[in-house]
Structures are given as structure tokens and as C-alpha cells.
């Protein structure tokens, strides 16, 4: 089992993200001519297409790559588009582990110890009171004598 993001997911990843960027451009331009002709009714219909399918092409090419980018992200079966919970549990493991090792840190840093069993303590009973105390305390807990 591979804990390594594979070349090819990478490289779907990065195709995804350039798609995303060719479609936010694209999305733009839309604006930018827009701006440009306005005012110009002379071919106002063919300017008002032309926008329009570059708007829906520029948006349809950000959903695809943000789609195609997750897919990357995640592979094929973590991404949902094969369902095979095995597989899906294996291309997800860098993601678990790197959300796992976080917690973990987390939990270090506030000295948390999970799994490790807790320090046993043993108790002294307080020959005068009874009272029961941490092995190698000076004094009694409740009545002060000597231990
Ligand atoms: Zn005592």
C-alpha cells in the first residue's frame, strides 16, 4: 500500500486547477469587452452571445476544474466517482494520516495522552486517621502527621 499521492493524481490535479484558471479568464474577459463595447449597439447580439457563452464557458470550465482538481485531490474512489470503500479508504490514507498526525499534535501540545495507560498510583494509609495518601507524601493529607 502506497502512502504516496500518485503522478498521475498529481498531474489531475494540477490539470484541474488550470482549468479552473482558464475558466475565471475566461469569466473575466467577459466583463473586460463588456466593458469595452459598451455603448456600441452596432452588433450589440453578436457581442451579447459572444459574452454570454464565454460567462457559461468560463463558469462550466471552473466547475469541471474544480471537479477534476478533487478528483486529483483525492482519486477516484476517495472522490466518490468509483464506489469502492476499500479503495476510497486507501486513496484518502495520506489525508486521514495528515488529519490524524494534527490531532495528534494537538493533543500533545495540551499533554493529552491517548492509548498510554495512566501512571498507577499507590496509596499510603495514614497510620493515625486512616486517611489514604500518595505514596512518598511527608505528611498526612487530612490529620498533618508525619508519614
Ligand atoms: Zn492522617
Not at 452596432?42 to 454570454?52: L, T, Y
Not at 495520506?94 to 488529519?99: G, L
Amino acid at each position: 500500500m502506497t502512502r504516496e499521492i500518485s503522478e498521475q493524481r498529481k498531474t489531475v490535479y494540477y490539470l484541474g486547477i488550470v482549468l479552473m484558471a482558464l475558466g475565471g479568464i475566461l469569466f473575466a474577459t467577459t466583463f473586460v469587452t463588456f466593458a469595452m463595447h459598451f455603448g456600441d449597439s452596432s452588433n450589440f447580439v453578436s457581442n451579447a452571445k459572444s459574452g454570454m457563452f464565454r460567462a457559461f464557458g468560463g463558469m462550466a470550465l471552473l466547475i469541471i476544474g474544480g471537479i477534476v482538481r478533487g478528483i486529483g485531490a483525492r482519486g477516484l474512489a476517495g472522490s466518490g466517482v468509483v464506489l469502492d470503500p476499500e479503495k476510497a479508504r486507501q486513496e484518502l490514507e495520506p489525508y486521514s494520516r495528515m488529519a490524524g498526525g494534527m490531532v495528534k499534535d494537538a493533543l500533545d501540545e495540551a499533554n493529552v495522552n491517548l492509548g498510554g495507560k495512566p501512571e498507577k498510583v499507590v496509596m499510603v494509609k495514614c497510620p493515625a486517621c486512616g486517611k489514604l495518601n500518595e505514596e512518598g507524601s511527608k505528611f498526612c493529607q487530612e490529620c498533618g502527621r508525619k508519614m
